[in-house]
Nanobody, 124 residues
């Protein structure tokens, strides 16, 4: 069974940075496209960033482009989300997700496996 465990969330001030990590176990990591999604209180889950299963073609939501960077380390079975210049609207629970041999979709339904989420709070 594929398991995803996120870490790295926390409380940060406006303009600060955080790096989220997601460790994948139970399957061959480099067969999976990886995505990050987030959900703010009272809102639907939204796409943040994704990498296809080959680790290429990073794609970002317009709201985070230029501030966030997604990357993966296949040797560590880990995908990262570096978040810089954080804003209050970045607050939410951040989830990583895995899609077998996927294109790195922006659509959450494409992803078969999900982590439990990690809270990010940006205070002003």
């Amino acid at each position: 069974q594929v398991q995803l465990v996120e870490s790295g969330g926390g409380l940060v001030q406006v303009g600060g940075s955080l790096r989220l990590s997601c460790v994948v176990s139970g399957s061959t990591f480099n067969n999976y496209a990886m995505g990050w999604f987030r959900q703010a209180p009272g809102k639907e889950r939204e796409f943040v960033a994704a990498l296809n299963w080959a680790g290429a073609s990073p794609y970002y939501a317009n709201s985070v482009k230029g501030r966030f960077t997604i990357s993966r380390d296949n040797a560590k079975n880990t995908v990262y989300l570096q978040m810089n210049s954080l804003k209050p609207e970045d607050t939410g629970v951040y989830y990583c997700a895995a899609d077998y041999r996927g294109p790195g979709s922006t659509v959450s339904d494409w992803y078969e496996y999900w982590g439990q989420g990690t809270q990010v709070t940006v205070s002003s």
